[in-house]
């Protein structure tokens, strides 16, 4: 039986999960190359206006780290109730050894999900921390600005 979740209306295994995730961190895999291709260097300032370029370049990269991490929650989320009825089940019947089978083996799943949340949150963290250096003299989002500077 392949566990499946409901994600904005459309069903994944926990393959099609991993793939999707795949599929939409690369824009931070190519971060470096987004920023070199953007963003001028300082004899090409007066032609991109490079306030704007940096500004949506940081509003897709963050809808970008939404959508992963609420994939990755609402997975979490199917699969911590998915555990719970199989323990609900154990707890009838603690004989019964496909249950605990099926049991032990979602738990792993949801043990991967939830490590998925960690590598995002790596992901993440060097994303912006190369779109700050990059960045940081010609756009500061409003939610930095307050906080760091």
Do not use: W
Request: charged letters at 30%.
């Amino acid at each position: 039986m392949k566990y499946k979740i409901k994600l904005e209306n459309q069903t994944y295994n926990l393959n099609d999960l991993a793939e999707m995730l795949k599929a939409m961190r690369v824009m931070d895999d190519r971060i470096v190359h987004a920023l070199n291709t953007t963003v001028p260097t300082a004899s090409f300032s007066g032609k991109v206006d490079a306030v704007q370029t940096c500004k949506q370049l940081y509003e897709s990269l963050m809808e970008a780290h939404q959508n992963r991490d609420r994939a990755i929650k609402a997975c979490i989320a199917e699969k911590s109730e998915l555990v719970g009825q199989l323990r609900e089940e154990r707890a009838k019947d603690g004989d019964n050894l496909e249950v605990i089978k099926q049991l032990r083996k979602e738990q792993t799943n949801l043990k991967l999900m939830q490590s998925e949340l960690n590598v995002e949150e790596v992901v993440n963290d060097r994303s912006l921390k190369v779109f700050f250096e990059r960045c940081r003299i010609h756009y500061m989002p409003p939610r930095v600005k307050r906080s760091s500077v």
